[in-house]
């Protein structure tokens, strides 16, 4: 499972997260919502891994990923807003690297390269220089790399940007079939039209704090008759606090 336990994100006397109480459990997908700027790109790069808290705790599958990273990481598959790509190697180079990283055998990694690959249309494409991949393409390589060494929890950030319409059933498809395995996944999107179709509970972050949480119909009697679209929804939830600075353009430098 992913648990977050009043964990807080501190720049100087802005607070990207405040306290945040959260729980993922295993064979969930935990649809995470928030406005511009309220704090899920930070919440989830704390839990990759990628900057510590000012205070609180994070901890995937019960490993603490401040005081126990490597254990943590090894677990995680994360799927960043702004992925990296070595543009001048191959699909199948950039795999075979991230393999190497992951110590994955090579015979195993092999196997799982070939089954990612063509689970996500990439296999015609592998030789190909990743430079001349279209966007939804390293998007989708990306996945294939964050899944690659077969984690147990998986952290996605705008997984369905500049994907087409086949390729994001595909990407949903995908994420279900590891919900169905026990994967803990979180989920932050702002296409709410997939949130509510595939999240097993959604959280609502807004100005840092967690404002609700519960499944698409508890959050609609929540705010209303329950007949409400989720983007009506998340209009009201939000909608009374003062529009937050953009906090997540903040974190790309670690404290």
Known sequence: MIETVNLTKQYFKLAAVKDL???VQAGEIFGFLGPNGAGKTTTLRIIGGLIRPTRGTARVFGYDVLK???AARQIIGFIPDRPFLYQKLTGEEFLRFIAQ???LEDRKAKMEMDRLLEVFDLSDWRDELI???SHGMKQKL???SALLHEPKAIVIDEPFVGLDPRATRLVKDIFQEYRRKGCAILLSTHTLSV???ISDRIGIIHLGSLIAVGTSDEL???VGSGDEKL???FLKLTAPLKEPEKLDAAVSTPA
């Open 220 to 222: 609609k009697k929540r």
């Open 195 to 197: 949130a509510e179709e």
């Open 101 to 103: 990283i992951w110590n």
């Open 142 to 144: 990306v996945m294939v």
């Open 131 to 133: 430079e001349s991949y």
């Open 231 to 233: 983007e009506e929804v």
């Open 68 to 70: 126990e990273p490597v």
């Open 21 to 23: 109480n959260l729980s």
